[in-house]
């Protein structure tokens, strides 16, 4: 076994990435189980049963940060995957296609091949959860239907009225009750109840590390840079229910601790100006939209997407981790999800918002002028909005993201010198 | 004008001017009317209320006041129905009941425009489970709570029970008239049964059904005549504009059956018996297989779909593709590529409401009527 202990928070990042995938692998050779689940599906049940877990939304944007989606995108494209479609899904479907490609004949294809992304074993069934969209769900009944292996599904219903009412959460305590059942019946033995007890105590210490570290960018200057966070998210998705996660989010919180005690930002130089970024990365251009924000001065300090992993609850209580699971603020009302958003600018401190129009995710961008207009008339603060995708690059053009930020360089200027915008 | 003329002409005036239908119900009953946004909300507790519910499926229209509120990238009905809102043409409803079932949904339901009262509702994914039949009742319960202190009425499980009962009816007759439809494609054409069937979201259900009864014998009393144009069974959210369906027409299509949201997906199955009504509209939704918008991990809409190309003896599929529409692209690949497999050919199209220029769809449906 590796020794971890001197690992940086970063060495153990890139280790224990490439460890689960590794540990897929392995279980694929040895005839074990390989799931494949939703971002934010129920991570506890399948974990309890040692079943290894594979992560396409992750997977996909590590294909798209190492510019490999368009050759993926183009297999989804001739399966008559409509351009209009999320992109995660598309590169996902694509990549699949290969896979099947590959197990059928013998041969690997050749964009299986040159794919800079980890190679990942076809799953034995898939597991679902739409609180962060419904395409979760479409998505995942053609994985299940072009592989022919059963999909657990967690249907959280949109939460159009809050509080979250009990009859929700009973609804989606009984799903568990059912993925128990699928489970024992596709691994072929019985649930272990104590182990997931200890796998649900494990995930609520992965998800505290999680949240100390996302709470340090409310120091001004901030230690923490949330494109950061857009990094480390990969192991509060693939690992929460798993120690390697509450590892590494433990020593990063430690090192950007000890950062803010000798004085060392995140931010060379002096952070001049700290904003909200509203949406997923752009992760084909992740170096673009970080520089370009980082030349004008500007640190992001706030990002409520990161905070979808904000999984707390009570181990033991099924009501409790439904509401969980249930609550994230893209599937609440627009009241609720402007009073989140409006948490992360103040707690962030920021001076302005940028909201990804992102040509994936319905979700996530025909609110956003109700939100932007909420939030603004709540703190006055200055924002602009620029046309993105999370994976397919073509959606993106990094001119009109610059002029967008300087632009709200510029307001943020002004309103820093007393000037209205209004 | 023989009578069978004359209740095609009287239900296709009411499909095209949905005003005047909800003015003459007030004329006639005193009441209001409820608007009912897509797709499968339970119409009946309206109904059930006196009042009438009206189906609101966008329309042609030129986008302009929408695209300050959604970006280019949402579907065309709904950003149709926004441009309405925009325009106030839903403020005489007196409330709006609005279903979630897609991502697009999810958001519209927390911007509506007009002035109406919005009831938002979810449907349960999770469908084939007895929790997701109480969690709908519950729903449902919240809805007829928030519907009786809108329009001031009570409205009790003995009356919803009987509007189940008159929808019911109502499926029938239309499963019967699409039947039916499909004998006599030389009398209903393409337009003229889109037309018969989308009056029912104009209408009490109860006169619907009455004039497409009379419709139903009108047709059986007349001879089946040979057909040697192509039969074809429509797919999609919806096949509109009417250019469309007179392109279909022109190039010598019948449209034999349907699987359209808009159409028999509405009246295929019924709601099933029982006593408690909101646990029996409930239940119908987890009965109800074979739409991009109720989640299907087996997938049944492509068999389904192949049953209804044997069943009706139809010669090959449309896809209806309304624009932008995810939850329907989604299923594309899959009932395809089962197509491709059995031998079924498929024509696809985008349905796109804002569209004024239609020389891509005829040209693609006459060289898909010269390959059949």
Sequence with gaps: ?422 | MSRLETIISELSSISNNPRKAMEDYKKETGKGSVGVMPYYAPEEIIHAAGFLPVGIWGGQKSISKARAYLPPFACSIMQSVMEMQLEGVYDDLEAVLFPVPCDTLKCLSQKWKGTSPVIVFTHPQNRKLEAANKFLAEEYRLVREKLQTILNVKITDEALNQSIETYNENRKAMREFTDLAANYPQIIDPKKRHAIIKARFFMEKSKHTAMVKELNSELKSLPVEAFTGKKVVLTGIMAEPNEVLDILKDNGFAVVADDLAQESRLFRNDVPSGTDPLYRLAKWWQEFDGCSLATDAKKSRGPMMMDMVKGSKADAVVVCMMKFCDPEEFDYPIYYRQFEEAGIKSLFIEIDLETTSFEQTKTRVQSFSEML
């Excluded at chain 1, 001739?78 to 197990?103: F, H, I, P, W």
């Design chain 1, 1 to 422: 076994m590796t020794d971890t202990t001197n690992m940086s928070a970063k060495e153990l990042l890139g280790f224990y990435q490439e460890e689960l995938y590794e540990e897929a692998r392995r279980a694929k050779k040895e005839g074990k189980l390989v799931c494949w689940s939703a971002s934010v599906a129920p991570s506890e049940f399948c974990v309890a049963m040692d079943v290894a877990m594979i992560y396409p939304e992750t997977h996909a944007a590590g294909i798209g940060a190492r510019k490999g989606a368009l050759d993926v995108l183009e297999v989804a494209d001739e399966k008559g995957y409509n351009l209009d479609t999320c992109s995660y899904a598309r590169v996902n479907l694509g990549y699949m296609e290969l896979l099947k490609q590959e197990a059928l004949t013998g041969k690997t294809p050749e964009k299986l091949e040159k794919s800079p992304a980890a190679r990942i074993p076809l799953p034995d069934f898939v597991i679902t959860c739409n609180n962060i969209c419904n395409t979760l769900l479409k998505w995942y009944e053609n994985l299940a239907v072009e592989l022919n292996i059963p999909c657990i599904i967690i249907d959280v219903p949109f939460n159009h009225t809050m509080p979250i009412p009990q009859y929700a959460k009973d609804y989606i305590a009984e799903q568990f009750k059912e993925a128990i059942t699928q489970l024992e019946e596709i691994c072929g033995r019985k649930f272990d109840y104590d182990k997931f007890l200890k796998v649900q105590e494990q995930t609520q210490r992965s998800v505290a590390q999680w949240n100390r570290i996302a709470s340090l960018s409310g120091h001004k200057p901030s230690p923490l840079n949330g494109f950061d966070l857009f990094n480390y998210m990969a192991l509060i998705v693939c690992a929460r229910s798993k120690d390697y996660a509450e590892i590494t989010f433990k020593k990063f919180a430690d090192e950007l601790e000890e950062n803010l005690n000798k004085g060392i930002f995140a931010f060379k130089g002096n952070e001049q100006k700290r904003v909200t970024w509203e949406g997923i990365a752009v992760w084909p251009h992740l170096g673009h939209t970080f520089k370009g924000l980082k030349n004008l001065g500007d640190i992001m300090t706030g990002s409520a997407y990161p905070g979808l992993w904000n999984l707390s609850y009570t181990p033991g209580d099924m009501s409790s981790m439904a509401e969980s699971y249930t609550r994230i603020y893209i599937n609440t009302c627009l009241d609720n999800k402007v009073k989140v958003l409006s948490d992360v600018i103040s707690g962030g401190k920021c001076d302005g918002v940028i909201y990804h129009q992102n040509r994936s995710c319905k979700l996530m961008s025909f609110l956003n002028v109700e939100t932007a207009d909420m939030l603004q008339k709540e703190n006055h603060l200055p924002y602009v909005s620029f046309d993105g995708d999370q994976t397919d690059p073509r959606n993106f053009s990094p001119a009109q993201f610059d002029t967008r930020i300087q632009a709200l360089d510029e307001m943020m200027k002004q309103n820093k010198e007393g000037v209205s915008n209004e």
